[in-house]
C-alpha cells in the first residue's frame, strides 16, 4: 500500500474544552489512485487531509508514504520531504498577486528536482494564452488551475486538494475536476481529494466516507465514471 494512514488521533483544546476530532483513523490508498474523502464540514476530513500532509500532527498513529514513516521525521527531514514529495490545492487559491500565472507556477517548479516540463504543462491547464497575466486579469477557474499548476509542476507523489472546487460554480468547477482527473491519468501521481459534495465521489477509484471523526465506509469504486459526466 502506498500510503498507509494507521490509527491516526487528533485532539484540539485543553481542559473542559478538549475534543477528539479524529478518533483511531485507519485506511489505505494505493498507488496512482484517486482517493476522495468525503463527510460533512466538522467530520474531520480537512484535519485528515493536513496531517497526511504534515502540516499537522497527530496525537496518535502513523502516517506512511511509500515505507517512509512521516511521525519518525525530525522538523527539518519533514520539511523537506514535503516540499519533494506533496502537491497541495487548497479552496483558496494562495497566489502571489505581484506574480504572473507563468511565475506563481515557478514557485512550485523550484522546489523540485524533477519538476514537470512548464510549458507543456501550462498547454493541460489551458492557461498558455493566459500565461503572462496576473491573478487579478483571471476568472476563480483560471486562478484555481494556476494554484493546480504550482501544485503539480513539484511532480509530487501525492496531489492533497482541499475542497478545490468549494469557491467555483457548477461549470468551472466540473471543468476543475476534469483538470485533477488529467492530470493523475497523465502523470500518475496519487490524489487524495477533501469534498462535502456527494456527487464527487463517483470520479474516484475509492471513497472514504467519515462523521464524527470516524470511517462509516471504506469503498472501492467499481462503476467509475469521468469528471465530464458528473452532475449534481
Not at 110 to 116: A, F, G, I, M, R
Request: charged share 25%.
Amino acid at each position: 500500500m502506498f500510503l498507509e494512514i494507521q490509527n491516526i488521533e487528533k485532539y484540539f483544546g485543553e481542559g473542559d474544552t478538549r475534543t477528539q476530532v479524529l478518533k483511531g483513523i485507519s485506511v489505505g490508498i494505493e498507488k496512482g489512485k484517486i482517493c476522495v474523502l468525503l463527510g460533512p464540514s466538522g467530520s474531520g476530513k480537512s484535519t485528515l487531509l493536513n496531517i497526511i500532509g504534515g502540516i499537522e500532527t497527530a496525537d496518535a498513529g502513523n502516517i506512511i508514504i511509500d515505507g517512509e514513516k512521516l511521525e519518525a521525521m525530525n522538523e527539518k527531514k519533514l520539511s523537506l520531504y514535503r516540499r519533494k514529495h506533496l502537491g497541495y490545492v487548497f479552496q483558496s487559491y494562495n497566489l502571489i498577486p505581484n506574480l504572473t500565472v507563468k511565475e506563481n507556477i515557478e514557485v512550485g517548479e523550484y522546489l523540485s528536482d524533477n519538476p514537470l516540463p512548464l510549458d507543456d504543462l501550462l498547454h493541460t491547464l489551458g492557461l498558455w494564452e493566459h500565461r503572462n497575466k496576473i491573478p487579478n486579469q483571471l476568472s476563480g477557474g483560471q486562478q484555481q488551475r494556476t494554484s493546480i499548476g504550482r501544485a503539480i509542476i513539484k511532480n509530487p507523489s501525492i496531489l492533497l486538494c482541499d475542497e478545490p472546487t468549494g469557491a467555483l460554480d457548477y461549470k468551472t468547477s466540473k471543468e476543475i475536476l476534469k483538470l485533477i482527473e488529467d492530470v493523475n491519468q497523465k502523470f500518475g501521481n496519487t490524489v487524495v481529494l477533501v469534498t462535502h459534495n456527494d456527487a464527487i465521489k463517483n470520479m474516484a477509484d475509492q471513497v472514504v466516507r467519515l462523521r464524527d471523526g470516524q470511517i462509516r465506509h471504506n469503498d472501492i469504486n467499481k462503476n467509475k465514471i469521468s469528471a465530464v459526466d458528473l452532475d449534481w
